[in-house]
């Protein structure tokens, strides 16, 4: 399965090689931050996924409401439920999909550069050809494991880092599934520890990128209309204009229009106005 996952991640582990090569080579950066600018072109590239997961998320945290209402009423049947919402979702062009196309898109590059830094020191592999330094800021060696050295504090940070992106990405997510989303991080470090620590500096540069890409995007990109809310006092939109309340509290009848007038109101006789008696003496 490992292999077959492998021969699959081939080309891709290829490409990740050789920009590497080339940003060490003809662009002068070291093995370290020839990483950094890995991710940040690899990011580039995931932009539009990015606004997509964006307006997803605004589109769920704007009908919220409503689907809320959906998920009440078909409580006790689940599979009327889930077609309400699919048809909920399909009437108002919302793809709750969209906000994990990022990270799916971000899997591959991961399992890649892993690969790439495992076979980095091996014979004939990339350091073997073309030399030069493994070290990033005189801390950590980027094929030396996050336990060696001073890696534990990057894991720290990349700890940190992860957990301010997953509360800014997991807005619209309810009470528990936000605060799952904050235990991951970690959860996983005693993982990350075998990983190699130019792994960290790659989901390190990745959580910063997306913590500022995030605050970018939602300021730029406009927020979508709500719903019109409707409530008992509103008036239907063909519903008749109520007459003017007269000044002894009876309504007013307006005068009709007439078609052998060309529609202009005819006046009706004039009103006798009564006298009370015993007003004036003669």
């Known amino acids: 399965m490992t292999a077959g996952i492998t021969n699959i991640l081939d080309p891709l582990e290829n490409i990740l090689r050789h920009v ?16 950094v600018v890995l991710t940040i072109l690899v990011r580039i590239l995931l932009v539009p ?28 049947d689940k599979q009327r439920q889930n077609e309400e919402l699919m048809k909920f979702y399909k009437e108002n062009k919302i793809n709750p999909a969209a906000s994990c196309l990022p990270l ?5 590059v991961f399992i890649s550069l892993y690969l790439v830094l495992k076979h980095f020191t091996s014979k004939g592999g990339v350091l073997d050809t073309y030399g030069g330094s493994v070290d990033w800021l005189h801390l950590v060696k980027i094929t030396a494991h996050v336990n060696v050295g001073w890696g534990p504090l990057l894991l720290v940070i990349y700890v940190a ?3 301010s992106s997953s ?40 959580n910063l990128w997306t913590t500022g890409q995030g605050v970018i995007t939602r300021r730029l990109v406009p927020k979508p209309e709500p719903p019109p809310k409707r409530s008992s006092r509103t008036p ?14 009876k309504a007013v009848s307006k005068p009709k229009p007439s078609a052998g007038n ?9 009103r006798r106005v009564k006298r009370k008696k015993g007003g004036h003496g003669r």
Do not use: C
């Not at 590497?20 to 931050?33: I, K, M, N, Q, R």
């Not at 996924?49 to 006790?76: C, D, F, N, T």
């Not at 060309?262 to 004039?270: H, R």
């Open 20 to 35: 590497l090569v080339w940003l060490h080579e003809s662009a002068g950066f070291s093995w370290a931050w020839s990483i």
């Open 49 to 76: 996924l990015m606004v997509r997961q964006i307006h997803s998320m605004q589109g769920l945290q704007v009908h919220a409401p409503e689907m809320k209402v959906i998920q009440q009423k078909w409580k006790h």
């Open 104 to 108: 799916v898109a971000q899997f591959p």
């Open 161 to 163: 880092s992860q957990l």
């Open 167 to 206: 509360w800014f990405m997991s807005t619209t997510m309810q009470g528990a599934q936000r605060w799952m989303m904050m235990i991951l991080p970690v959860a996983f470090v005693p993982f990350l520890i075998r990983f190699p620590s130019g792994l960290m500096i790659y989901w390190l540069t990745t």
């Open 236 to 249: 239907a939109a063909d519903a008749p204009e109520p007459p003017p309340p007269a000044a002894n509290g």
């Open 262 to 270: 060309g529609g202009k109101p005819i006046a009706g006789p004039p």
